[in-house]
């Protein structure tokens, strides 16, 4: 099944994005949330909306998105850890979401972490390039689950 991914254009022009959800159905798309203070943030993360996480998100659940990453922006590329407890509310708010945590992993313990938070995965980037996350330690992770 093909798959688009969508983060900016939902949070700056909802409805255009609606139109594309009507056109090709909300099982086409893996939605995207970039978000820094539980906000949503567009533009290259340069512009912070009103939008607050988790009303973007229950908007497009109600709508047929099933499928979310977000980004914790001021986490990402820091290698500090990622924002375990923004994505345990949003999780424990849309329990019916595959949810993907993104930004600040740095260790296998951060995937464990994410695991018991109720995240269904996790973009790793910088960890890996850093050696801090080796691709055979994620496959373990992977067939764990």
Not at 72 to 83: F, I, N, Q, R, Y
Not at 96 to 104: D, K, L, R, T, V
């Amino acid at each position: 099944m093909p798959t688009a991914i969508i983060a900016n254009i939902a949070g700056k022009n909802e409805a255009e994005f609606l139109t594309w959800l009507r056109k090709f159905g909300a099982d086409k798309f893996l939605l995207g949330a970039d978000v820094k203070n539980e906000r949503i943030v567009v533009s290259g993360w340069q512009e912070t909306t009103e939008l607050w996480v988790y009303d973007f998100i229950r908007k497009y659940v109600e709508q047929g998105i099933s499928r979310i990453f977000c980004t914790d922006v001021s986490k990402d590329g820091k290698l500090e850890g990622p924002a375990v407890d923004l994505y345990k509310n949003i999780v424990s708010k849309f329990p019916e979401m595959f949810f993907i945590a993104s930004g600040g992993v740095s260790s296998t313990k951060d995937l464990e972490d994410l695991r018991n938070a109720g995240c269904k995965g996790a973009i790793v980037g910088k960890a890996i390039y850093e050696n801090r996350v080796s691709l055979r330690e994620l496959a373990a992770l992977s067939n764990e689950s």
